[in-house]
């Protein structure tokens, strides 16, 4: 066989087609790495949202309230995870794009403790006059922990309950 030339071909002749434990061997070893790298790539895909400090973005929603006030105010729901040893400070920011009122920014933080899950439910000033139901266009929320810095994509969604979705009566649950 010339070198650079490999050609591998199969044919059945007719009789039982046997597979020698060479064979087999030789597949497995082709084989390994495509599993290998496949896991791997599920991994990386699985950690975006987590920082090395071990603070892991879990949900986010948004809503609007009417009620309480003489405007309506935005706010969310954010929920963060520490699966790190020690207790960590967070800071987000998002804006996003309502149809009732067009760009809204909301921005909050927190301690984190090491081994829990926290719901934040930071919220806008009451200087919003629409208090329609309407939607929310997908955005980007930025986080950090001090040190490290994640994005992460939020779909977007409805605004829920005709506006009147209050954080003070409301689980923050995502």
């Not at 009620?67 to 309506?72: I, N, R």
């Not at 930071?122 to 919003?128: A, D, F, K, L, V």
């Not at 040190?147 to 506006?163: A, F, L």
């Amino acid at each position: 066989m010339d070198k650079g030339k490999y050609r591998m071909t199969a044919q059945k002749t007719g009789g039982p087609v046997t597979t020698t434990r060479r064979t087999l061997v030789k597949g497995a070893a082709w084989s390994v790495p495509v599993v290998a790298m496949a896991q791997t790539a599920h991994a990386v895909g699985a950690s975006q949202s987590c920082l090395e400090s071990g603070l892991c973005f879990g949900c986010a929603t948004v809503h609007k309230c009417c009620s309480g006030g003489p405007q309506a105010m935005y706010w969310a729901c954010i929920t963060f995870t520490n699966e790190g040893v020690e207790d960590v400070m967070v800071s987000f920011n998002f804006t996003v794009n309502t149809s009732a009122n067009g760009l809204v920014e909301i921005s909050g933080g927190g301690a984190v403790p090491a081994g829990q899950t926290v719901r934040f439910k930071p919220e806008t000033p009451r200087q919003y006059g629409n208090c329609s139901t309407g939607t929310y266009d997908a955005f980007v929320l930025h986080f950090t922990d001090g040190t490290n810095h994640g994005t992460v994509n939020i779909p977007g969604g409805s605004i829920d309950g005709g506006g009147n979705t209050c954080p003070q009566n409301t689980d923050c649950a995502c």
